[in-house]
């Protein structure tokens, strides 16, 4: 477990509700609904649509924008999908692209809170190809201290892959973490915090960057 993330994610939820009532922006308050799910909300949303887009074009149509809503329980009205699906629909095709839409819903973060997340993605990608697995854990980070290698409930490779499993897409856990997860992962942190200098200061520790 990563320091203070559970914490964050609690922190970042009750927020979340909190602000749900002020905001009139259609985005937003579904931003704020997702992130009221903690961290993986956003890529929850994601993996809704996943499952609908059968013919895999990584688009969606209002049809199922909407049931993709309502499959993940989003309180929104018709009108404001519409609202929220033009946003989306620039060039008025009918349909969005969900990939750009995840993007969008993603908390907004300052360049230096990016640069210090991919530090400590590069720091973590020891095979610096862009994808951080159990292998390139064994290099730069310690199993043995973990309370479950202690008494001997898992392995070494149980602890990364448990490790691995906090960043990746809740449902769609294959060991591997992506820029975009631990991006995505981070936002949702970030939103929990306030000020640039101590969510920098928080990841310089996590990391010890």
């Not at 602000?19 to 890529?43: F, Y």
Request: proline share 3%.
């Amino acid at each position: 477990q990563m320091p203070g993330t559970a914490r964050h994610d609690r922190e970042m939820a009750i927020q979340a509700k909190r602000n749900l009532s002020k905001t009139t922006d259609p985005v937003e308050r579904l931003r704020l609904q997702c992130l009221a799910r903690g961290s993986a909300g956003i890529k929850g949303l994601g993996r809704v649509f996943r499952i609908m887009d059968d013919d895999n074009s990584r688009t969606l149509d209002f049809k199922e924008f909407v049931k993709g809503l309502n499959d993940y329980a989003m309180m929104i009205d018709k009108e404001e999908a519409q609202e929220i699906f033009r946003i989306f629909d620039k060039d008025g095709s009918g349909t969005i692209d969900f990939d750009e839409f995840l993007v969008t819903l993603r908390p907004p973060m300052s360049k230096a809170r990016k640069e210090i997340i991919m530090q400590a993605f590069r720091k973590l990608d020891k095979t610096g190809d862009g994808v951080i697995t159990i292998e390139d854990l064994r290099g730069v980070y310690n199993a043995k201290h973990h309370p479950k290698y202690q008494n001997g409930d898992w392995t070494e490779d149980q602890v990364f892959r448990a490790f691995l499993d906090n960043f990746d897409s809740p449902y769609d856990k294959d060991g591997k973490v992506t820029t975009e997860e631990f991006m995505n992962y981070y936002a949702g942190v970030s939103a929990s915090i306030d000020t640039d200098v101590y969510f920098i200061i928080m990841m310089k520790n996590a990391w010890k960057l």
